[in-house]
C-alpha cells in the first residue's frame, strides 16, 4: 500500500451502519465493502503521484475519478491506495516507496502494474480493488496472483474509463491511453457479482 487510511474508512463504515441501523436498507450493492483502489485513479483528498516520486504532494485530487464515485455511491468504504510501477508500462510493481512481492512467494513479483492490487488481494488484505490495464497489465496480475476481474465495456463506458486517471505530462480527466482502461479485482469470482453496477462486465 502506498496510502492507508484506515480511519476515514471506519468513519465511513459507521455512517453505512448506521443508515442500516435506522431504515433497514443498504444504500447499494457494495454497502460497507471494503475496496482498494490503485494509486493512479483519484481518490478525493489523497495523493496520486502514481509512484513519481517529483510528484508527491503535488496531485491531490478535489474530486473521485467517476469509477470510483460510482462505487462511493453504492457503499464501497475505500481504505487505502496500492503500489504501482512508475508510468504502468512494467509488468512487476516496484516503485520509490517499495516493491511490492508475491504474497505465494516473495522470490517472485504479483504482476503488474496493477500488482500492488493483486498482492494485496491474493493475501486477503482486500476483497476488492480497483486497477488499470493497457495491454496485458490486466492479465498478468490475474495470471499470477490468480485474482478474478471486472472490465469496463465499451463503447458506452468509454468517458468513464477514460476519466480520474493520471496521463503522464498531460492533466488528469483522461487515462494513460487510448486502449487504457479501469478494472475490478476482487478474491472470488462471486464477489464480483456485487459489482454489477451500469457500464460493467465480469470478464
Known sequence: ????FLEEGLKRARELDEIFRTTGKTVGPLHGVPVSIKNLIDVKGHDTPSSFSSWVGKKIPKEDAPLVA?????GAVFYCLTNMPQSCMHLESHSYMARTLNPYNTDLTPGGSSGGESALIAMKGSSFGVGSASSVSHACPLLICSSPQLTLEAPSARPLRRAGCIRFGQPRTVSLTAESTLLAMAQRVSYLSLARLRGLRAM
Open 1 to 4: 500500500m502506498t496510502q492507508f
Open 70 to 74: 460510482i462505487l462511493r455511491q453504492a
